[in-house]
């Protein structure tokens, strides 16, 4: 493109457009290489359902008793149930029960706690 008259030094001279092509490749392979780097040093992510804590043994003893309560709260007037919920409450084994139902959130306590009561308030 260019002759000996126009380019003296024999030097490799490269347009404005090319540059800004090679600069833009460069820009796009160096984020890919960026991208690629923090995909490889990316942790495995926890899929935990609902997103919430797992809940710890002093949380679900709290939340036990609050369960019964509110069941015993529910059924004054029948003596039968207040009596076995009061009995279940003071079997309850929170490490027995946290060994049966590993990793549980709040929203799984409720749904175990209304599996093991629905047969004492019938």
Same mark, same amino acid.
């Given at each position: 493109?260019? !002759? &000996?008259?126009?380019? %003296?030094?024999?030097? =490799? $001279? @490269?347009? *404005?457009? &090319?540059?800004?092509? +090679?600069? =833009?490749? !460069?820009?796009? +392979?160096?984020?890919?290489? @960026? @991208?690629? =780097?923090?995909?490889?040093?990316? +942790?495995?992510? @926890?899929?935990?359902?609902?997103?919430?804590? $797992?809940?710890?043994?002093? +949380? #679900?003893?709290?939340?036990? /008793? !609050?369960? $019964?309560?509110?069941? #015993? &709260?529910?059924?004054?007037?029948? %003596?039968?149930? $207040?009596?076995?919920?009061?009995?279940?409450? &003071?079997?309850?084994?929170?490490? /027995?029960?946290?060994?049966?139902? %590993?990793?549980?959130?709040?929203?799984?306590?409720?749904?175990?706690?209304?599996?093991?009561? *629905?047969?004492? #308030?019938?």
């Amino acid at each position: 493109m260019f !002759n &000996s008259v126009n380019n %003296p030094f024999g030097k =490799r $001279i @490269e347009s *404005a457009v &090319s540059t800004g092509q +090679e600069k =833009r490749q !460069n820009q796009q +392979e160096q984020q890919k290489d @960026e @991208e690629k =780097r923090y995909l490889e040093n990316d +942790e495995k992510d @926890e899929v935990k359902i609902g997103g919430l804590p $797992i809940l710890t043994e002093e +949380e #679900i003893l709290y939340m036990t /008793k !609050n369960y $019964i309560q509110k069941l #015993i &709260s529910e059924n004054e007037d029948n %003596p039968k149930t $207040i009596e076995k919920l009061n009995k279940f409450l &003071s079997k309850f084994d929170v490490k /027995k029960f946290m060994k049966q139902n %590993p990793n549980m959130t709040s929203a799984d306590f409720h749904m175990v706690m209304y599996n093991e009561t *629905a047969s004492l #308030i019938s």
